[in-house]
């Protein structure tokens, strides 16, 4: 793939070679030169085949986990994090040992590999909010958790130009990657003032379902605000606010056959 040095960017095909726009700037690559039949059919061809099937099941299940985290990645975020995200469920895929190549999936590949995931690759959890926390999941009630002892804002959190609040949030997910559902929930502290008051003790913590067998997801973050006149707003629209997938329990295998 080239970038596109003109004064005027192009669109569309000239010859051999395909002009766009991404995200990136405006780029040209060459078209590929091999029949789309051949690589459904030729043997030669089984690897890449695999291959597709495998990003595909990637990036469906990327897809799933990012709409069942949705409400609270609107304001924490990047514009890279599905792509980061696809590379990190191919390794989840591939460390599949049950199911032949081209058939590994999520639930039988080590989704716990996604711990310490961060949704924003901008603001990174571990270097925003340096207050200790314990994730717990109890998969029996279905209850994800956050807790974390009282500290002092201005000493354990990474303060933005212009913050004068902040949240703890926690979100939380069990989700069957074969049946494309999910349950999820929630839950955050109330708006504190980064000055030098400690904290109450926090306990954040998230109903899903009871006995589950499906993957558990829990991420813990932080998002800032900034109080004028009384009224606390969204600070430089989430650009620096940090959610990170803290705790994974991956599928519970189903019981051996008699």
Do not use: C, W
Request: charged content about 20%; hydrophobic content about 45%.
């Amino acid at each position: 793939m080239a970038e596109q040095s003109g004064i005027i960017p192009l669109k569309g095909t000239i010859g051999n070679i395909t002009f766009f726009k991404s995200k990136s700037g405006a780029r040209a690559r060459e078209k590929s030169g091999i029949d789309a039949n051949r690589i459904k059919n030729d043997p030669a061809f089984e690897r890449t085949r695999e291959n597709g099937a495998e990003f595909g099941r990637a990036g469906k299940a990327t897809k799933l986990l990012r709409t069942a985290f949705q409400s609270v990645l609107l304001n924490v975020s990047d514009s890279y994090m599905f792509s980061r995200m696809v590379r990190e469920m191919m390794k989840v895929i591939r460390a599949d040992a049950t199911n032949p190549r081209g058939q590994r999936n999520v639930i039988d590949g080590e989704a716990e590999l996604l711990t310490g995931f961060n949704f924003n690759a901008k603001a990174a959890l571990g270097s925003t909010l340096f207050a200790p926390f314990t994730p717990s999941i109890d998969r029996a009630t279905g209850v994800l958790k956050v807790d974390l002892p009282s500290f002092i804002p201005i000493n354990m959190v990474a303060i933005p130009g212009g913050a004068t609040h902040f949240k703890v949030i926690a979100a939380g997910a069990a989700i069957d990657f074969e049946a494309g559902t999910f349950v999820n929930g929630t839950a955050d502290s109330t708006a504190l003032p980064i000055n030098e008051t400690a904290t109450e003790v926090l306990s954040l913590a998230i109903n899903v379902a009871a006995n589950s067998t499906q993957p558990l997801f829990l991420a813990a973050g932080i998002v800032f605000y900034q109080e004028v006149n009384g009224t606390k707003y969204g600070l430089k629209n989430g650009a620096l606010n940090a959610l990170s997938l803290v705790s994974i329990s991956g599928a519970v295998p189903p019981p051996p056959g008699p």
